[in-house]
Nanobody
Framework: QVQLVESGGGLVQAGGSLRLSCAAS????????MGWFRQAPGKEREFVAA????????VYTDGVKGRFTISRDNAKKSVYLQVSSLKPEDTAVYYC??????????????????????WGQGTQVTVSS
């Protein structure tokens, strides 16, 4: 069974940064596209960033472009989200997600919740004014 565990969240002041990590228990981690989503209080879960299987393609939602960076380390079976220049509106529980589907091309990107198969339990990011 595939399991994802997020870490690295915390309480920071506006303008600060954090590095969120997601460790996966998967036999062939490099075969899976990965993504990050977040859910703020009282709101629906939304897309934040995604990275292709081969790590060559990334995409970000407009609200975080230029401030957040997604990356992966296949040797460590981990995906990361560097979040910088944080704003109070970034406060949310951040989730990593894994897509496992036969036939996907290595350079494809997925941004919809329904396109992912496995989810972590989330890590809280709180940004104070």
């Amino acid at each position: 069974q595939v399991q994802l565990v997020e870490s690295g969240g915390g309480l920071v002041q506006a303008g600060g940064s954090l590095r969120l990590s997601c460790a996966a228990s998967a036999r062939t981690f490099s075969s899976f596209a990965m993504g990050w989503f977040r859910q703020a209080p009282g709101k629906e879960r939304e897309f934040v960033a995604a990275i292709s299987r081969n790590g060559e393609n990334t995409v970000y939602t407009d609200g975080v472009k230029g401030r957040f960076t997604i990356s992966r380390d296949n040797a460590k079976k981990s995906v990361y989200l560097q979040v910088s220049s944080l704003k109070p509106e970034d406060t949310a529980v951040y989730y990593c997600a894994l897509r496992f589907t036969l036939g996907d091309s290595g350079d494809r990107i997925f941004i919809r919740i329904t396109e992912y198969n496995y989810w972590g339990q989330g890590t809280q990011v709180t940004v104070s004014s």
